[in-house]
């Protein structure tokens, strides 16, 4: 099921609309990374996408089920192990309680088996680094088993190794669970190598202005791919500077 | 551009050993890390056991042992000296000594014993009493606005109210019985509890909230599950002060009320001493009652806290 926004506005008490005029179709199983600077309004979308928010304007649909979320910080519960962590997001995901304890920590076993932390269950979430905490905080969003997985800036506040690291992990798990990914960013480069389309929003209000479509070409080419870098970033600076008076 | 650059070196590295393979993902580099998948899953490993904690051994630290004790004593050995200088009558100020005596033979006759039990019992059931009552009246009114908004200042004045202002009409309800002191002992300790967890709640970052919604927690699980455990430092002090108010409230209600079918606590022996004039078991009631109020922060209160702020990672630092 796509994930269609049409003319979706935004805005807080009387203030300035954050979003306007909002239109972007997301394809089922694809990974759409959302570029905007800083303060355009991404998170504001993505809270909206998860229904954490209502949009003022315009019309949403997403899948009944929801949406799975995975935040800057990573937003583990520190009262909770890795492990608990994941199971508590299998056991609230589970509304019939048609699921048994032995079931779930099963499940909780193969998911931190994907994210390669199958040693590491048992840590409590300050005793993990930045990078750990993240690919427990994605095994628990792959935890609730939806099909729309949203992600806002989860990589920002990671060094650059752990974070082309956590790059290929997150493009291996995609292709083996085939979720669709609404990636936000403010990284150009990061979203050249995620995303198979780059959706440009606008700053205030925001609005999508722009749109690359990241062919395989891009990805093995890394001439190809910085000529994409380069265009995009031009035309971001192009949107910051419309601003400054 | 320069932040390609870097993740190319950063990519380099990884594969480095092989020059060809160097060269070859130099040429068909996409801003990706290259490499094949079982060095990169070294790489990974490495840089988890790099990053991470690992485990210190915790061993006993026997400054908090000898530094209590050691302030103990200096302060015992003042309170001999004063004594010694002689300024008052020996009987309005006894001195260590003669107050260890009286102890000594209250213990004899049983007195001792019975006082501390009966005001233990009937502060521990008191309290687990107003535990269960408070709980999910806090969390209740944490949860839901209007309640809050209605019934908040009522409770922070409950709170402000002394307890022993409850006495008088506890005793009119229910004669000299035992229900006039649980009664004021669930006055004193119900209310703190209350702001405790409310307070304890107010400090959640609003991050949880939103990953519950997100993980689908209905409000019953988001109360218990999420909010609850996450303020579980602030509850705990909430706690703490309720047994505080409950064995303040207990003494206070014991004092006064004495005879009927009351038993035999610390405040009646403090009541009694009172009424003989008899410093010395004065002094060892009010002891008693310090004492008791320590052990329990120790024996109880101190390893929970320490337990729950040791598994948050909060205790790196703090003095404890």
């Not at chain 2, 309005?92 to 004899?108: E, N």
């Not at chain 2, 009937?122 to 949860?143: C, D, E, H, K, N």
């Not at chain 2, 400090?203 to 909010?227: E, T």
Request: proline share 4%; charged share 20%; net charge neutral.
């Amino acid at each position: 099921m796509p994930v269609v926004l049409e003319h979706l506005g935004k805005r807080f008490g009387d203030g300035a609309p954050v979003l306007d005029d909002v239109n972007a179709t997301i394809q089922q199983g694809e990974f759409v990374a959302l570029l905007g600077a800083s303060g355009c309004g991404k998170s504001t979308l993505l809270n909206i996408l998860a229904g954490l928010d209502q949009p003022t304007s315009g019309a949403l649909e997403v899948p009944s089920d929801g949406a799975a979320f995975m935040f800057q910080d990573s937003a583990l519960f520190p009262w909770l192990t890795a492990r608990g962590n994941i199971e508590l997001a299998l056991k609230l995901a589970d509304k019939s309680g048609s699921t048994s304890k032995a079931s779930r920590a099963a499940r909780t076993g193969e998911l931190l088996d994907l994210v390669h932390l199958g040693g590491a269950g048992d840590k409590r979430p300050h005793e993990l680094s930045g990078g750990m905490r993240q690919r427990v905080a994605l095994a628990r969003a792959l935890a609730q088993d939806r099909q729309l997985l949203l992600m806002d800036e989860p990589f920002a506040a990671l060094d650059a190794i752990t974070r082309d690291l956590l790059h290929d992990e997150l493009e291996r798990i995609w292709k083996e669970t085939g979720r669709t990914i609404v990636f936000v960013t403010h990284n150009v480069r990061e979203a050249v190598r995620l995303g198979q389309r780059v959706l440009l929003l606008s700053s205030r209000p925001g609005r999508v202005v722009a749109e690359w479509n990241v062919s395989e070409e891009h990805r093995t080419d890394a001439g190809r791919a910085g000529e994409l870098t380069g265009t995009i970033t031009r035309r971001l600076r192009e949107e910051i500077r419309r601003h400054a008076n | 551009m320069p932040i390609e650059q870097e993740t190319r070196l950063a990519g380099e590295s990884t594969g480095a050993e092989n020059a060809e393979q160097a060269s070859e993902s130099r040429h068909i580099t996409s801003p990706s890390l290259k490499g094949n998948p079982d060095e990169l899953r070294d790489l990974e490993a490495g840089l988890d056991k790099l990053q991470s904690d690992s485990h210190r051994k915790a061993r006993i630290d026997w400054t908090r042992v000898i530094l209590p004790i050691a302030a103990l004593l200096v302060l015992i050995l003042a309170w001999q000296f004063y004594v010694s200088l002689g300024f008052k009558r020996r009987d309005q100020v006894p001195g260590p000594l003669d107050v260890l005596g009286q102890f000594g033979a209250l213990w004899a006759e049983g007195k001792a014993q019975e006082a501390v039990l009966t005001s233990l019992q009937r502060g521990v059931i008191g309290f687990l009493i107003s535990v269960a009552v408070a709980t999910p009246l806090g969390l209740l009114l944490a949860q839901v606005q209007p309640l809050r908004r209605a019934f908040g200042p009522l409770i922070s004045g409950l709170q402000v109210l002394p307890s022993v202002a409850w006495v008088p009409a506890a005793i009119i309800w229910f004669g000299l019985s035992d229900g006039t002191v649980y009664f004021v002992v669930l006055m004193g300790a119900i209310p703190s509890i209350i702001n405790g967890l409310i307070s304890g709640v107010d400090q959640i970052p609003p991050q949880y909230r939103s990953v519950g919604k997100v993980l689908g927690a209905s409000r019953l699980q988001m109360a218990l599950q999420i909010v609850l455990p996450a303020a579980l430092p602030g509850y705990l002090g909430g706690l703490k002060q309720g047994w505080a108010f409950s064995w303040r409230s207990l003494m206070a209600a014991e004092i006064i009320a004495v005879g009927g079918t009351i038993g035999f606590g610390l405040g009646s022996l403090l009541d009694q001493g009172r009424t003989l004039s008899d410093m010395a078991t004065v002094m060892s009631a009010i002891l008693a009652i310090l004492f008791v109020g320590i052990l329990i922060e120790l024996v109880v209160f101190a390893p929970i806290e320490r337990r729950l702020l040791l598994r948050r990672g909060l205790l790196a630092g703090s003095t404890r």
